[in-house]
Each structure stands twice: as structure tokens, then as C-alpha cells.
């Protein structure tokens, strides 16, 4: 399996902190030299791992807001 290539271009905010000190965020992360997306999932506090999540367009970002708002 071929690593995964990933940069954190903004980090925006912890939702989260687990007690072994993994902090659920938002960020802009730009994955395998793509195009920058917002993505929400937990990371090790280095970095260096991360757990499964999900990425959004800013128009999907912008669409969950008008949810949420609702």
C-alpha cells in the first residue's frame, strides 16, 4: 500500500481532545497533492497519524452550514 502524502495548509480549530491526548480538528488539508479540502478527523498529537474522516468541497462545507443553521 502506497503512503499517503498529506500537508494541514490551515488549521482552523480543535473540536475535541481524547484522554490519550488525540484531538479531533478542522483543518484545510491538501491529500496527495489534490485540491485543498476541509476535513474533520482525529489526529495524534505529532501528527504523524491520523484516524479516518471526512473531507468536504467548500461548497459541501458551506451546504452542511445551511443545515446546521436550520
Request: hydrophobic share 35%.
Amino acid at each position: 500500500m502506497a503512503d499517503i502524502k498529506f500537508e494541514i495548509v490551515a488549521h482552523i480549530g480543535i473540536l475535541s481532545t481524547s484522554a490519550k491526548g488525540w484531538t479531533k480538528e478542522l483543518n484545510v488539508v491538501r491529500w496527495n497533492d489534490g485540491q485543498e479540502k476541509y476535513d474533520i478527523r482525529d489526529w495524534s498529537p505529532d501528527h504523524n497519524k491520523m484516524s479516518k474522516g471526512i473531507t468536504l468541497t467548500e461548497e459541501e462545507l458551506g451546504q452542511l452550514r445551511l443545515f446546521l443553521t436550520k
